[in-house]
């Protein structure tokens, strides 16, 4: 049987090439993503940012899991809130591309596993809003937004009972920190599944037992040398096993 198709969301960033004077948009994703997503058994495809709404449906038709990729804030005015001062790196093609993707996902049945802004994206999607800014909204915060250099940078509590403490296998791990956003309001249908020690949550789930998961820290980053990671994207891996079984019945 063919290895699962897991569509990956793109970021974008302009290169100025100075001496020409020319700006060429770049549209990717961090190699990490795709490493994972193959290290696990599956096909990973980037969809970029697209404003075509029939050509992101024609994507996701031959699609069985969507991967939710790290970037720069949502926009607040997304969620009904206006920008925080320390609110950056806004895209609202972007925005708009991966609210569409996942309303299709959603739509077809297809798991879905949101990393950093991906678990961001999910938590707005679902009518939650977003903590714009967690050194000046959280008191006494940890240190969230660390170098990406640091791995570990603390240590999450992860909720019994939940998908993510049967994937994860412990009551706590520790995870790398590359964000200074984070959940707020709770989306309708959303659970959370793990959180940091000053509060900050660090993990979301579907409470109605839909294949959807999502975490604040970066797993793809850290799955060669630490392989309990991998377990995340190997759920993603059966769960689109599960849907492309489940379509051919």
Not at 40 to 68: M, T, Y
Not at 92 to 108: F, G
Not at 169 to 192: D, E, M, Y
């Amino acid at each position: 049987m063919s290895k699962p198709i897991i569509i990956i969301t793109a970021g974008r960033h302009h290169q100025t090439h100075v001496a020409r004077e020319v700006t060429t948009t770049i549209v990717g994703a961090d190699i990490d993503y795709l490493v994972s997503v193959s290290l696990a058994g599956g096909s990973p495809l980037i969809i970029p940012i697209l404003s075509d709404r029939e050509a992101a449906r024609a994507v996701i038709q031959v699609a069985d899991g969507v991967l939710l990729t790290g970037g720069g804030d949502i926009h607040a005015e997304v969620y009904g809130e206006e920008p925080h001062p320390e609110s950056k790196l806004h895209d609202p093609d972007r925005d708009n591309m991966e609210m569409e993707v996942v309303q299709l996902a959603l739509e077809r049945g297809l798991p879905i596993l949101g990393i950093c802004r991906g678990l961001q994206l999910l938590n707005v999607v679902f009518g939650g809003t977003l903590m714009q800014d967690i050194p000046s909204m959280v008191p006494d915060a940890l240190t969230h937004n660390a170098p990406e250099t640091e791995i570990h940078v603390h240590d999450i509590t992860i909720e019994e009972g939940t998908l993510l403490s049967r994937i994860m296998h412990a009551p706590t791990v520790s995870v790398n920190s590359w964000h200074h956003q984070a959940v707020k309001t709770l989306g309708q249908g959303l659970r959370i599944s793990a959180h940091a020690p000053d509060g900050v949550v660090e993990g979301i789930e579907s409470s109605e037992g839909k294949p959807i998961l999502a975490m604040q820290c970066h797993p793809e980053a850290c799955t060669d040398d630490h392989p309990c990671y991998l377990t995340l994207f190997h759920w993603l891996i059966e769960e689109a096993c599960r849907f492309r079984e489940g379509m051919k019945r």
